[in-house]
């Protein structure tokens, strides 16, 4: 991992994410005059997909959530360099990139300070040609094997001591391969075993419910569930 101090920028990256690095390279701007994005995900803000010599990438700006993020749509408390957002998740995802987890690569985190407060970005590696299980869900139902293959993968987590702040069914990909990723490392962060591997599953539970009853065809059923729970319980 390499370091770059700027002003009040601060980047960390990985050199072997890209031919030659450049600050600019966390500007949407800076791709659109290259005409390399290639796609984005809207959500409660927007994620883009860019393409890039050496692996395509996604970069992804970070927003407060809630009340507060009303206020303060995008900026944080000034902490230390290592705690912020950005270079915490880069950290999160280095580590289980390493053991072999199925993540996207970190790429790059930057943070940028002004007086008492910062803002934040990352990029990451593109997982191509994969969705989401809500999108995928609302297209076919998977099969018992795919079921079986989700449980399994959150078990290597969860073995792995990491707890995910937002186990749902939109942070878990499946690709063309039928691989099985998890996205979205934001406040995760590593744990000893304890009771909150349940309370991550009964977040995923919920999550599933919760698109059931917002969209009509919904190729999920409890059985699945079931499926997928017992799976997770077996080494």
């Known amino acids: 991992m390499e370091r770059i101090e700027h ?27 290259k005409e390399a994005i290639c796609g984005k995900a809207v959500g409660r803000n927007t994620t883009w997909f860019v393409n890039d010599a050496v692996c395509n990438k996604v970069l992804r700006h970070y927003y407060r959530g809630g009340m507060i993020g009303r206020v303060m749509e995008d900026t944080f408390l000034h902490v230390a360099e290592s705690k912020s957002r950005a270079m915490s998740e880069f ?47 609302k297209e076919r139902s998977l099969s018992k094997e795919e079921w079986q293959h989700v449980g399994k993968t959150i078990r290597r987590f969860h073995d792995a001591g990491l707890y995910h702040a937002d186990l749902n069914s939109h942070n878990i990909l499946l690709d063309s391969d039928g691989k099985v990723w998890l996205i979205d490392f934001d406040k995760c962060h590593f744990r000893q075993p304890n009771t909150w591997t349940r309370e991550n599953m009964d977040r995923l539970l919920r999550s599933f419910r919760k698109e059931k009853d917002l969209h009509p065809e919904f190729h999920w059923q409890e059985s699945d569930w079931r499926v997928l729970l017992n799976s997770y319980k077996t080494k």
Request: aromatic share 14%; hydrophobic share 45%.
């Open 7 to 33: 002003g009040s920028e601060i980047i960390w990256y990985d050199p072997e994410c890209f031919d030659s690095f450049k600050r600019d390279f966390f500007e949407i701007d800076y791709w659109r005059e």
């Open 91 to 137: 950290t999160v995802l280095a580590k289980l990139y390493r053991r072999g987890l199925p993540v996207p690569r970190p790429c790059a985190a930057r943070m940028v300070r002004s007086n008492l407060v910062y803002r934040a970005d990352i990029i990451l590696s593109l997982i191509e040609n994969s969705a989401d299980l809500v999108a995928v869900l």
